[in-house]
């Protein structure tokens, strides 16, 4: 069953311009992670925040997260063609429990 | 390290029929999974092992389905015998000690 539920679940902008990717889930998390797809290949790890951490960021990317929620967003700033993928959150409740993926948000970026 | 291994790339088999994927994971990782990804369900887990043991196999579909690890350098997951609705892409990836996942490129089961 799936935990995180991202939205959008497409999203098209121009380039240059900054893409924001939610996600919501259910349960208390340990952490929080997002990975990107490309089309036809496997996902790539982006980016970690811990239950205890409110942003992080890692080149364009940024991400936050807000427990009392149970949401998190990425932002890719100054997104290029190449940003296109598909982009999940996953989490996990403990360090030892499987990582619960989201159906995902595509990402399209037109040059 | 050339990351975590999958094969075949592209399996295409008739119903009925057995279908044996393969999966290296990447050396030292301690944990292995097998996801399934469709467009209607997205990725569901599978099966995972830690140090070569099955933890929780719940998301095995049902009895066709079953996983092996004989080493921590491989493990394979089988289908016999396949259906139409087994058609997916079917991920291995590992872990080591810093949580993240690293992903194989996919094996893309079509059963006709």
């Known amino acids: 069953s799936q935990q995180g539920e991202e939205d959008p679940q497409a999203l098209s902008i121009q380039e240059g311009e900054n893409a924001t990717m939610n996600c919501s889930y259910k349960?208390?998390?340990?952490?929080l992670q997002w990975y990107r797809q490309n089309s036809g290949r496997g996902l790539v790890h982006l980016i970690l925040?811990?239950?205890?951490?409110r942003e992080k960021h890692s080149g364009r990317l940024r991400v936050t997260l807000d427990t009392s929620k149970k949401s998190s967003s990425l932002l890719i700033t100054a997104s290029r063609a190449a940003d296109t993928a598909s982009y999940f959150c996953?989490?996990?409740?403990?360090?030892?429990?499987?990582?619960?993926f989201g159906k995902g948000t595509r990402l399209s970026v037109i040059a | 390290d050339a990351g975590v291994i999958q094969s075949p790339r592209h399996e295409v088999t008739e119903m009925g029929q057995e279908v044996t994927l393969r999966c290296k994971p990447i050396?030292?990782?301690?944990?292995l999974f097998w996801y399934r990804q469709t467009m209607m369900r997205g990725l569901e887990l599978l099966i995972y092992?830690?140090?070569?043991?099955?933890?929780?196999d719940s998301g095995m579909p049902e009895d066709r389905f079953s996983a092996k690890m004989p080493n921590a350098s491989f493990s394979t997951l089988k289908i016999q015998p396949s259906e139409p609705r087994d058609s997916a892409v079917y991920f291995c990836?590992?872990?080591?000690?810093?949580?993240?996942?690293?992903f194989g490129s996919g094996t893309q089961l079509s059963v006709l």
């Open positions: 050396s030292g990782h301690d944990y």
């Open positions: 349960t208390s998390i340990n952490n």
């Open positions: 990836a590992s872990r080591g000690i810093n949580e993240k996942l690293f």
């Open positions: 925040i811990r239950s205890n951490e």
């Open positions: 996953a989490t996990d409740t403990s360090g030892n429990t499987p990582l619960v």
């Open positions: 092992f830690n140090n070569n043991v099955p933890i929780d």
